[in-house]
């Protein structure tokens, strides 16, 4: 039987328990997680701001151990190409993309994880304010 | 032949690429790497501030692909208990510690690595407040 290969895409900025509990439910759908990064260039094109550089992003990612591989995402229109190139058996992204992917189901299971409630880079982000004006 | 050993200790805030590279690091001089994570008592004690508590500081400790085992820090007494008790053969530690654990020598090998410079979880409390500023 071949193996069941997850894919989930993200820029993954600053890491959290969030990401690592979204990555240890995804890798349950499958045998092989893989992980695409947002590059620098396509998560300031999303209209994001990310504090850590891709490279930095990335070797946080593989340095989870439910993630197999790490390969960049560089654009929108790259998906249905991985998946089919990749041999995908499920697509996984968080809740807050919630139908955003479903145009993907022609070609593998299309999975919304609920993400971890109040838990995000900007709810991070927000509290090292307050922490980096306390000290 | 029995196993070699590695522990290390930390409060591991906010866990960074600093902390990713000193784990990898700290595995290779053995087969099982043992993460004693700070409790928000010793943090305390320590005179340090975590943003986040315990049991999420160690999640993400155990979600390290480095990282085969995580018990929980006390107090500075414990170490040479837990040496001798878990069979120790590498303690390991940052080199901001340098000398400081060297009465350990008795015990097992001590070895201070050098910290990914620039990179600490007191230069993401600053970027981020950069950061949160700007957006």
């Given at each position: 039987m071949?193996?069941?290969i997850v894919v989930?895409?993200?820029s993954f900025d600053l890491f959290?328990?969030?990401h690592l509990r979204l990555l240890a439910r995804a890798k349950q759908y499958g045998d092989t997680l893989i992980v695409f990064v947002?590059?620098?260039e396509?998560?300031?094109q999303k209209g994001k701001q990310c504090l850590l550089p891709y490279e930095q992003r990335a070797e946080m990612i593989s340095g989870c151990r439910y993630v197999d591989k790490v390969f960049t995402e560089h654009c929108w229109e790259q998906k249905i190409e991985n998946i089919e190139t990749l041999n995908v058996s499920t697509?996984?992204?968080g809740d807050d993309w919630q139908g955003k992917f479903d145009f993907l189901k022609t070609y593998c299971d299309v999975v919304?994880?609920?993400r971890t409630s109040s838990i995000s880079s900007t709810f991070v982000k927000q509290s090292m304010r307050i922490i980096?004006?306390?000290n």
């Amino acid at each position: 039987m071949s193996k069941n290969i997850v894919v989930t895409y993200g820029s993954f900025d600053l890491f959290h328990i969030g990401h690592l509990r979204l990555l240890a439910r995804a890798k349950q759908y499958g045998d092989t997680l893989i992980v695409f990064v947002s590059s620098d260039e396509f998560t300031q094109q999303k209209g994001k701001q990310c504090l850590l550089p891709y490279e930095q992003r990335a070797e946080m990612i593989s340095g989870c151990r439910y993630v197999d591989k790490v390969f960049t995402e560089h654009c929108w229109e790259q998906k249905i190409e991985n998946i089919e190139t990749l041999n995908v058996s499920t697509f996984v992204m968080g809740d807050d993309w919630q139908g955003k992917f479903d145009f993907l189901k022609t070609y593998c299971d299309v999975v919304y994880l609920p993400r971890t409630s109040s838990i995000s880079s900007t709810f991070v982000k927000q509290s090292m304010r307050i922490i980096a004006n306390i000290n």
